[in-house]
């Protein structure tokens, strides 16, 4: 299909039927309380359509039915090779899909319709395939014991999975615990954001489109304090498996432990630090460095917020960024030529706001942005921002902001980078510039991070784990490493 134009989006959109009910046991239903929440359109502020709101009741019957689709073993029991041919059917009508998932992820969360199409629904698909097309090439063992018995070490589902997942890559951090999840056998349920539960909602109607068996993967729409507690307190609930803010985390492995004990996997917050030394490629890395703050209008748990940039090329470089954070004016999210959209709602807006105030209070210098603007009248747009002459006692150094700040920073030797770099409570990502491949991977072992970009930002495919050190979380999401944390290790002595 050619390219859409903003028209062509526009027209999609007006036409589009939003999803708008919970998926519980099989069914499209509305909240048992009967109540509903209001879904915004961050570029206009208005309404898009009214959610079920899903609470402590939903939780008790979409556990029900999960706990019984697994006793019944109507999916942990089937073949691995079995499993993986539902879950490519599944991918192949999210890859099917993909516009109209980009379509609800503009509408719902703001995010750049360019953005949504290239990444967000192409991700999702290919993580569900990637996890679908591991299932059966992983083996079990047998250990080394004598002749008098047989040791078996197996893997088994740990049983029901509760998924929370965030506002900002609603489908590709859907399928970065779903793809895992269900390809080793569990049930899960899902709880999207309040702030973008769209997406959450279509993606288990394609589930069940294709195959999947009732209660295997429900979808609850709601609020964290009502349905998102209910999930982390339930006693039958096996697992938390989440993505968001540290706060929430903690409060989720708190749940977990005063209730049954379950699971707890968290990705969690991050301010990660992307250092430039002078030797580096420069024009890449003043490039890379605007796209790592203001990419999803910096509402990325990766985004490189902390930027340290080696003295002697300081000015240069600043003039260099400058330049570049003027290519990343916000627009319409459904026009394919804005490369930036909306923040997601008015709360978040308000709140990066307020940390603008603060760093220009703290003393910091406002290189550029700082405002609010409004190329859709009603909507919640702020401009790429930059603070220079940071220091690392200021808030907006230490705190995660989740939007379009860059906090820049001087150093002047690889020990002090390295010492700036590692001073946060948070670790889930960090990069560096280098043309010294002797530097990259000596800085690159001392950066305390779950993953560490050298020449580049963000990279990475499915092969590769995701997830932070520190206050960032644990577990990890993506690549093997994933498939096991959702499945329980068993130890069977066999006497002879």
Known sequence: MSERSFADWQEAAAQLTLPTQAIIDGQDCDAASGATFAVINPATGQLLTDVARCDAEDVDRAVAAARRAFEQRVWCGLAPAVRKQYLQRFATLLAEHAQQIALLEALDMGK????????????????????????????????????????????????????????????????????????????????PSEKSP???????????????????????????????????????????T??????????????AAQSNLKRTFMECGGKSAHIVFADGNLKAAAE??????????????????????????????????????????????????????????????????????????????????GKACQPVEGGYFIEPTIFMDVDASMRICQEEIFGPVLCVQR????????????????????????????????????????????N???????????????????????SLHALEKYTELKATWIQL
């Not at 989440?242 to 749940?255: D, E, R």
């Not at 600043?318 to 997601?344: C, E, F, N, T, Y």
């Open 456 to 478: 580049n930002w963000d990279g990475g495919d499915m092969t590769m784990p995701f997830g932070g050190y520190k206050q960032s979380g644990n577990g990890r999401d993506k």
């Open 288 to 369: 890379t460095a605007a796209g790592a703050i203001f990419y999803n209008q910096g509402e990325v748990c990766t985004a490189g917020s902390r930027l340290l940039v080696e003295d002697s090329i300081y000015d240069e470089f600043i003039h260099a960024l400058k330049a570049q954070a003027a290519r990343w004016q916000p627009g319409h999210p459904l026009d394919p030529a804005s490369p930036m959209g909306a923040i997601v709602d008015k709360m978040q807006w308000q709140r990066i706001l307020d940390y603008i105030q603060i760093g220009q209070s703290e003393g910091a210098t406002l290189l550029c942005g």
């Open 242 to 255: 989440f993505t968001g803010s540290t706060a929430v985390g903690k409060n989720l492995m708190v749940m």
């Open 411 to 454: 150093f002047s030797s690889e020990a002090q980078a390295i010492a700036m770099a590692n001073d946060s409570d948070y670790g889930l990502a960090a990069g560096l510039w280098s043309q010294n491949i002797q530097r990259a991977i000596r800085v690159s072992r001392q950066l305390r991070a779950g993953t560490v970009f050298v």
């Open 198 to 240: 769209l997406t959450a909602i279509l993606l288990g109607q394609l589930a069940r489109e294709a195959g999947l068996p009732d209660g295997v993967l429900q979808v609850l729409p709601g609020f964290g304090h009502e349905a998102g507690a209910a999930l982390g307190t339930h006693p039958d609930v096996d697992c938390i």
């Open 112 to 191: 750049p319709i360019s953005n949504a199409l290239g990444y967000d629904g192409p991700a999702t698909a290919r993580c569900i395939a990637w996890n679908a097309e591991a299932i059966d090439k992983i083996y079990d063992e047998q250990a080394p014991v004598g002749d008098e018995a047989l040791a078996l070490i197996s893997r088994e589902p740990l049983g029901v999975v509760a998924a929370i997942v965030p506002w900002n890559f609603p489908t590709v951090m859907a399928a970065w615990k779903l793809g895992p999840a269900l390809a080793t056998g569990n049930s899960v349920i899902l709880k």
